[in-house]
């Protein structure tokens, strides 16, 4: 295993030591792990301060030992001698940390197996070469295949503290260890993030008594800023001024939770650069809460460090565990969630999930065109699906970009991205490109129909302070080049979208391309940053629209 690469990338950052192509725990780690194994009555482990003990103890054995987060010790006595019911307290004491222990004292066995799954691509394994544990640095196209019971074992490392720290910051790598979280229940207290750790606790509770047998996978994604064949690039402005593309379909809702929605979509994380945000500090948003409720989601933290502006990750099959009430401040674990999404061929669950991070407070900035651009361009690449555009840019490539109207019109893409009712098209099948992970692996790892559309609300709005009118369009255009059927869109009750739904379906009715509403709004933004302006973008467009007497001769020509 010493001389596999994608191993090696991801060593520095595990607890374990190796030798001889064997993975194993320092003595005395296992020496403690073995007891706690055994239940309360031989390691004495019964209460929240005597766990933190025992996390110390069993850190202060590993090689890069650190002490851990300040006030973390008192944060695992709080949660679990004076929060959690003493009925809770034996449960978790008596079933669940030994099960947790056992996970642990497996980890070394469980990533040897999956590293040799890696070796058989074409066996009945999951894995392939580029799918197993490794660091997906920036830049790189990749993806990564965990089964659950595998990463089941990482957050029980997580649990306990024992990933090493040492250079994750420097390396753009997100915190992973539970420290912290529990450090700031005890500093800071507050009602939510004692249900932050609530999922968490039902989480490991449900997993000891049933460890799932799926498979999860975590995906970055790259425009790239260089050209490279069966690659899409970094888009221009022009490429979006230009696009022939029609716009799709688009639903508002005015209640409702992404995560809930029914249909076999993509899901949009509205993410901080460092996946996962606030998850294991105080955070407790969007990001935050789905990180929560579907805590798989938490194993990417390790090796996925953070994204540039040409990136976004993807991760497919992650179980949800935990139901929920409120937000931010209000934020409540609200009991066991049975997740009954289908499952598909290569073990996931069909819960797609897209991190994408828009600017943070951009301010005026933000109607800028370079701005535009990098928000657009952030939204489109989360939401492409690469199989599908390898052939559209070789389309262009073979063409020539001079030509891109005339291929816009007479590419069976651009006929295939025009059926927003299900039609079908015989000329061709998007599905037939294999999807390329990186440079070394063809396999196709996703092979999605073409009734996947875009579920999302307003990313990039609330405490990242973007322009709410804005972002629902942006992230229209960028489903809509992505040749994604339809935007599924939650308001949450934000008074700046009450005209969502009317301008949506207006616009629809104009047949405007992705390329007349892309420059519709670059020239709105324009005029808004130089103060020729001070509406938003609705009424701008529509000035019926705030005087309700909206008629066709109060509507603007088309462009």
């Given at each position: 295993m010493?001389?596999?690469?994608?191993?090696?990338?991801?060593?520095?950052?595990?607890?374990?030591?190796?030798?001889?192509?064997?993975?194993?725990?320092p003595?005395r780690?296992?020496?403690?792990?073995?007891?706690?194994?055994?239940?309360?009555?031989?390691?004495?482990?019964?209460?929240?301060?005597?766990?933190?003990?025992?996390?110390?103890?069993?850190?202060?054995?590993?090689?890069?030992?650190?002490p851990?987060?300040?006030?973390?010790?008192?944060?695992?006595a709080?949660?679990?001698?004076?929060?959690?019911?003493?009925a809770?307290?034996?449960?978790?004491?008596?079933?669940?940390?030994?099960?947790m222990?056992?996970?642990?004292l497996?980890?070394?066995?469980?990533?040897?197996?999956?590293?040799?799954?890696?070796?058989?691509?074409?066996?009945?394994?999951?894995?392939?070469?580029?799918?197993?544990?490794?660091?997906?640095?920036?830049?790189?196209?990749?993806?990564?295949?965990?089964?659950?019971e595998?990463?089941?074992?990482?957050?029980?490392?997580?649990?306990?503290?024992?990933?090493?720290?040492?250079?994750?910051?420097?390396?753009?790598?997100?915190?992973?260890n539970?420290?912290?979280?529990?450090?700031s229940?005890?500093?800071?207290?507050?009602?939510?993030?004692?249900?932050?750790?609530?999922?968490?606790?039902?989480?490991?509770?449900?997993?000891s008594?049933c460890?799932?047998?799926?498979f999860?996978?975590?995906?970055?994604?790259?425009?790239?800023?260089?050209?490279?064949?069966?690659?899409?690039?970094?888009?221009?402005?022009?490429?979006w001024?230009?696009?022939l593309?029609?716009?799709?379909?688009?639903?508002v809702?005015?209640?409702?939770?992404?995560?809930?929605?029914p249909?076999?979509?993509?899901?949009?994380?509205?993410?901080?650069?460092?996946?996962?945000?606030?998850?294991?500090?105080?955070?407790c948003?969007?990001?935050?809460?789905?990180?929560?409720?579907?805590?798989?989601?938490?194993?990417?933290?390790?090796?996925?460090?953070?994204?540039?502006?040409?990136?976004?990750?993807?991760?497919?099959?992650?179980?949800?565990?935990?139901n929920?009430?409120?937000?931010?401040?209000?934020?409540?674990?609200?009991?066991?969630?049975?997740?009954?999404?289908?499952?598909d061929?290569?073990?996931?669950?069909?819960t797609r999930?897209v991190?994408?991070?828009?600017l943070?407070?951009?301010?005026?900035?933000?109607?800028?065109?370079?701005?535009?651009?990098?928000?657009?361009?952030?939204?489109?690449?989360?939401?492409?699906?690469?199989?599908?555009?390898?052939?559209y840019?070789?389309?262009?490539?073979?063409?020539?970009?001079?030509?891109?109207?005339?291929?816009?019109?007479?590419?069976?893409?651009?006929?295939?991205?025009?059926?927003?009712?299900?039609?079908?098209?015989?000329?061709?099948?998007?599905?037939?490109?294999p999807?390329?992970?990186d440079?070394?692996?063809?396999?196709?790892l996703?092979?999605?129909?073409?009734?996947?559309?875009?579920?999302?609300?307003?990313?990039?709005?609330?405490?990242?302070g973007?322009?709410p009118?804005?972002?629902?369009?942006?992230?229209?255009?960028?489903?809509?080049?992505?040749?994604?059927?339809?935007?599924?869109?939650y308001?949450?009750g934000?008074?700046?979208?009450?005209?969502?739904d009317?301008?949506?379906?207006?616009?629809?009715l104009?047949?405007w391309t992705v390329?007349?509403?892309?420059?519709?709004?670059?020239?709105?933004?324009?005029?808004?940053f130089?103060?020729?302006?001070?509406?938003?973008?609705?009424?701008?467009?529509?000035?019926?629209?705030?005087?309700?007497?909206?008629?066709?001769?109060?509507?603007?020509?088309?462009?």
């Amino acid at each position: 295993m010493e001389s596999r690469e994608d191993f090696k990338s991801i060593l520095p950052y595990l607890p374990l030591l190796v030798r001889s192509s064997t993975l194993f725990w320092p003595s005395r780690v296992v020496e403690a792990l073995k007891a706690l194994a055994r239940g309360p009555h031989h390691s004495k482990v019964d209460s929240g301060e005597v766990l933190s003990v025992a996390i110390s103890d069993i850190r202060s054995s590993l090689p890069q030992f650190e002490p851990l987060a300040h006030f973390a010790p008192d944060g695992y006595a709080l949660f679990f001698d004076e929060l959690m019911s003493r009925a809770e307290a034996a449960k978790w004491f008596g079933e669940v940390v030994p099960a947790m222990a056992n996970m642990l004292l497996r980890l070394p066995s469980l990533l040897e197996n999956h590293y040799q799954g890696a070796d058989d691509p074409l066996g009945e394994g999951i894995y392939s070469v580029g799918t197993a544990l490794h660091l997906l640095s920036s830049q790189e196209v990749g993806i990564v295949f965990l089964s659950q019971e595998l990463i089941g074992a990482l957050l029980a490392c997580s649990f306990f503290c024992l990933f090493p720290v040492t250079n994750r910051g420097a390396n753009y790598l997100p915190t992973i260890n539970f420290d912290e979280l529990f450090a700031s229940l005890y500093e800071s207290y507050s009602e939510n993030q004692e249900h932050k750790i609530k999922c968490i606790v039902h989480y490991f509770e449900r997993i000891s008594s049933c460890m799932p047998v799926g498979f999860v996978s975590f995906e970055r994604k790259v425009l790239r800023l260089d050209h490279r064949p069966l690659c899409m690039s970094y888009p221009e402005a022009d490429f979006w001024s230009k696009s022939l593309l029609p716009l799709c379909r688009f639903e508002v809702h005015g209640s409702g939770l992404l995560e809930d929605q029914p249909n076999d979509a993509l899901e949009v994380d509205f993410a901080n650069k460092y996946i996962g945000g606030g998850t294991l500090h105080r955070g407790c948003v969007q990001e935050e809460i789905r990180f929560m409720v579907n805590p798989e989601l938490i194993a990417g933290m390790l090796f996925l460090p953070s994204m540039a502006d040409n990136e976004a990750i993807e991760i497919v099959g992650a179980e949800r565990f935990s139901n929920y009430i409120g937000y931010a401040s209000s934020f409540r674990y609200s009991g066991d969630h049975v997740d009954k999404r289908d499952v598909d061929v290569f073990g996931r669950r069909k819960t797609r999930i897209v991190a994408i991070d828009a600017l943070s407070r951009p301010g005026m900035k933000q109607y800028k065109l370079g701005f535009l651009l990098r928000e657009t361009n952030k939204a489109f690449c989360g939401f492409i699906d690469q199989s599908k555009y390898c052939q559209y840019e070789r389309v262009f490539q073979d063409k020539g970009l001079d030509d891109r109207d005339d291929i816009s019109r007479n590419d069976p893409l651009f006929h295939k991205a025009s059926s927003t009712n299900g039609e079908t098209n015989e000329e061709t099948s998007l599905n037939e490109v294999p999807r390329i992970s990186d440079e070394k692996t063809s396999m196709c790892l996703d092979n999605e129909d073409s009734s996947i559309g875009v579920v999302t609300g307003n990313w990039g709005c609330g405490a990242f302070g973007g322009d709410p009118e804005l972002k629902s369009i942006i992230q229209w255009l960028a489903a809509s080049q992505a040749l994604r059927p339809f935007v599924s869109y939650y308001k949450f009750g934000i008074k700046e979208l009450q005209y969502l739904d009317q301008v949506t379906q207006w616009v629809l009715l104009q047949k405007w391309t992705v390329g007349d509403l892309w420059n519709i709004m670059v020239e709105y933004s324009s005029q808004r940053f130089k103060g020729e302006t001070k509406l938003g973008f609705f009424t701008w467009l529509l000035p019926s629209l705030t005087s309700h007497e909206a008629s066709k001769s109060d509507l603007p020509n088309t462009p």
